[in-house]
DNA sequence: GCCGTTTTCGGCCCGACTGTTTTCAGTCG
């Protein structure tokens, strides 16, 4: 998937346009562009090879012509073009929080500075305060910048930030004069990564609210304060913005601060056409500045002429436009789920028994659970053999009785490298379900994962494919394979795509749930593939994913009742 | 450079904060 190389490209020359002090809105333009090729969940060389790029939002003549140019050659004569006025290593500099294209300019300019090594070295030598617009502050305060680059942690997963977040809402609630606190940004959105945790307060002692605020344990340091709004880094280096506002503003302050900065921008310009103006604080007529919205976010949007739209939504991705058409998707949520079908015991490489992941299941109000433990060609996560299997089916159905529960027996089954399953079909189907994922010979050509997978769907016994692309956030991308190709096998053959829950994996991730479901009405199983008792509770970033994804309840097939999952279950089996 | 149920030309989100200024430019979200 060459989308990301393009992004890249795109956003490289933005850089590079800002840096040499072009028109801001073209810079704006390539900026843009990139963000759309980013989130596009189709290749960029199928468009290309049929002539679409234009239909990109955002990709006019020009600019598709640059990605024409890289694709068909691997480099871009624009860029080189670029680089030969201003060193493409600018753009590492203005990654130090205080140096934006002005200043990275000027150092460049003036003092040979090109990298951060360079400028560590300028650093220790004073030499900043000297230049002209700079004095010994900002050489502080890039100083500081610097270090804060280097302790600042990369983003990081939704999973791990979530908790800390709600220890921080917690924290501040806490303090009488905090009369809301909401989590916002990306976490509020459910993205899968986060960048830093910006935290929304309500109150009318904002004084008061900053220092309680920065006295919360987790503080490492503070990096700014002013008088509405304050940064700080934790002990986990991750960086946690506070903004306070009036009770009044809330809701319009809930609104900015949530963004995406793209949807943001898109409500701002239906503002301005409609003669208002949109802010933190609130919706104003122009006219005489009356403030007509702002203390909950369905005012502002009401205001707008807009139904309420869900956070996980708000990527300008069309869901401006459907809100004006009255026509948001009623999105999944955490109740509608009535199991889980994709969990291990300690029969393989769970830590749970079986009967303790059915009890937890009980307990979060389930209906049904399967038990899909490794089969034995996953040696190390002690896959059993037919005999167990058998052995383990019948205790299954004790427990299922005694519990009075509706208890799968399945298993999640290996696709070999060569597409085959641990076990021939006619054993597959005597489990109630079948699960079916790659666990081993990740490094294949895409060709050979691509053919792998569709082989093992279209045997005609897999209900759910796993973690369909293998990838891990931030430790392992997804392995080289067609997606489209796997999305097509699997809407021939009517097998349902997992959304793993785990927040390493969070696989198939929001963009694909969404095509899976426009382009091929493809039914997902949103599951734990939870190995304790514990993990079943992470389905809620299961759920985060699918509605990033603009699924509904009827996508989702453990939303179904236990009748409609049997028929389901039978009916993909004949 | 892109875009158009007001436009093929003239727009393009909005405000906080800081430092170096003599009224604002730069950075950030």
Redesign the pocket.
Known sequence: MKNQEVADLLNKISALLELKGE?R??V???AE?ARRIENLSTPIENLYREGKLNQI????????EKIKDFLETGKSAYLEELTREVPEELIEL?K?????????LLLFKELGIKNLGDLEKALSSNLL?NL???????EE?IKR?LETLKRRSARIPLGHALPLAEELVQFLKQFPFVKQVEAC?SLRRMKETIG?L?ILVASREEEKTMKAFTGWPEVQEVL??????SSVLTKSAL?V?LRVVRPDSFGSALQYFTGS?AH??KL??I???KGL?????GVFRVEDDKKIAGETEEEVYSALDLPWIPPELREDQGEIERAKAGDLPALVELKDIKGDLHVHSDWSDGTSTIEEMVKQAKAMGYEYLAICDHAQSLGVAGGLTWEKFKEQGKIIQEISQREDFHVLWGLEANILAEGDLDFPEETLKKFQIVVAGVHSAFRQSKEKMTERIVKAIQKGVIHILSHPTGRLIEKRDPYEVDVESILKAAQKNRTSMEINSSPERLDLRDLDCRKAKEEYGIKMAINTDAHSRENLSLIKFGVAVARRGWLEKKDVLNTYSWDDLQGWLKKERD
């Open positions: 028109n809105f073209k704006i333009a390539y562009a939002p955002g990709v006019g003549q020009s600019i598709a203005e130090v929080p205080g140096v934006g294209p002005k200043v990275a305060r002209p617009r700079l004095g010994p502050k900002s305060n910048g940004g830093d910006d700014a304060v002013g008088p509405t709004k960086q913005d900065q943001n921008i701002r310009e503002a301005i056409k103006k949109l802010n933190e604080y």
